[in-house]
Nanobody, 126 residues
Framework: QVQLVESGGGLVQAGGSLRLSCAAS????????MGWFRQAPGKEREFVAG????????GYADYVKGRFTISRDNAKNTVYLRMISLKPEDTAVYYC???????????????????WGQGTQVTVSS
């Protein structure tokens, strides 16, 4: 089992920045490819960014590419999402997710992930 706890969300003005953190506990953190997803009110959950088990590969949705950066520190059992140039349309609850340990690569589909955090709210005002 892997337990995930997100933090770092909040209210920020358009153009501002935030860094989200996802702290993992339970099974060895470095065994899991990780992803960040988000869900805005009335919308489906969508992929934001992913990172492979040891950080060699990352990927981003087109709508955040160039503005968001995913990274991980396996020594701290933490994955990060650095967000800059935030826009009102980035407003959502952000979730981190982990894949089962046998899978090296991240995935863009939420149903490929086995563990989820409780989410952290990000609100971007115009």
């Amino acid at each position: 089992q892997v337990q995930l706890v997100e933090s770092g969300g909040g209210l920020v003005q358009a153009g501002g920045s935030l860094r989200l953190s996802c702290a993992a506990s339970g099974r060895t953190f470095g065994s899991n490819a990780m992803g960040w997803f988000r869900q805005a009110p009335g919308k489906e959950r969508e992929f934001v960014a992913g990172i492979s088990r040891f950080g060699a590969n990352t990927g981003y949705a087109d709508y955040v590419k160039g503005r968001f950066t995913i990274s991980r520190d396996n020594a701290k059992n933490t994955v990060y999402l650095r967000m800059i140039s935030l826009k009102p349309e980035d407003t959502a609850v952000y979730y981190c997710a982990a894949r089962m340990s046998s899978r090296d690569s991240y995935a863009t589909a939420g149903n490929e992930y086995d563990y989820w955090g409780q989410g952290t709210q990000v609100t971007v005002s115009s």
